[in-house]
């Protein structure tokens, strides 16, 4: 299957601070890409769903100017979360696709706010 | 996106056949079903999916009832590494209004014993 590649794959950060999680396809031309949170225990939850060249499209409760979402071109998405807190602590996920193909997944982001 | 019902735990030998059901009995004419794992702190995997005939490739078969309210996805010999939390989805093929996002239930967690 496709690769898709997700760094960091664990970042510990400051509260306060903000950091940047890269989602590359690396063999194929993503024209989607979905950002999924995962907290333990829980399964995956849809935050945004970002197509090439337009704004992501946020599922209802997730905050757009929390969770910065960058899809500037067809092989890199980047999801900033600003201002981080405690309880942003939790497993980010990334899934790219071409038109008409299944999604592939990232290995995953475990990101610990302290 | 059709609901869809998994027992919450499952076991299995390790050789045997690992058969996981799905129920997803409000499934609409243009809805696939799809399977994904996902390995304790990695990314989902994609397994297989199907419309209305049976799969097979490497990794599973998957068996869909001719009604499409069922569905089992089939791991012929089931090994350690099989242990993972298994989701069931189902939802239109890849394009569509939703850009073929998915959306992750609790999934069945199949855990494979020596």
């Known amino acids: 299957g496709a690769v898709v590649s997700q760094h960091p794959s664990r970042v510990i950060c400051k509260s306060g601070t903000s950091v940047k999680i890269e989602c590359r396809s690396l063999?194929?031309?993503?024209?989607?890409m979905f950002w999924y949170r995962q907290f333990p225990k829980q399964s995956l939850m849809l935050m945004a769903t970002?197509?090439?060249?337009?704004?992501?499209?946020?599922e209802q409760g997730v905050e757009k100017d929390k969770f910065l979402i960058n899809h500037a071109s067809l092989t890199l998405s980047t999801l900033t979360v600003t201002s981080a807190h405690p309880e942003d602590s939790s497993f980010y996920i990334c899934?790219?696709?071409?038109?008409?193909?299944?999604?592939?997944f990232g290995q995953g982001t475990r990101l610990t706010v302290v | 996106d059709a609901k869809t019902t998994q027992p919450p735990s499952m076991d299995c030998a390790e050789g045997r056949a690992a058969n996981l059901p799905c129920n997803h009995s409000?499934?609409?004419?243009?809805?696939?079903v799809y399977w994904y794992r996902q390995i304790h702190s990695q990314g989902p995997q994609y397994i297989i999916h199907?419309?209305?005939n049976n799969e097979t490739n490497e990794m599973a078969s998957l068996i869909i009832t001719e009604d499409r309210k069922s569905s089992t996805l089939i791991l012929p010999h089931a090994t350690l590494r099989d242990t993972a939390v298994y989701y069931c989805?189902?939802?239109?093929?890849?394009?569509?209004?939703?850009?073929?996002?998915?959306?992750f239930g609790q999934g069945t967690i199949l855990t494979v014993h020596p």
């Open positions: 970002s197509n090439e060249g337009s704004k992501a499209t946020y």
């Open positions: 409000t499934i609409s004419g243009n809805e696939y």
């Open positions: 063999d194929f031309q993503a024209t989607t």
């Open positions: 989805i189902v939802r239109e093929y890849a394009g569509g209004t939703s850009y073929g996002k998915l959306t």
């Open positions: 899934s790219a696709k071409m038109v008409n193909t299944e999604a592939f």
């Open positions: 199907g419309l209305k």
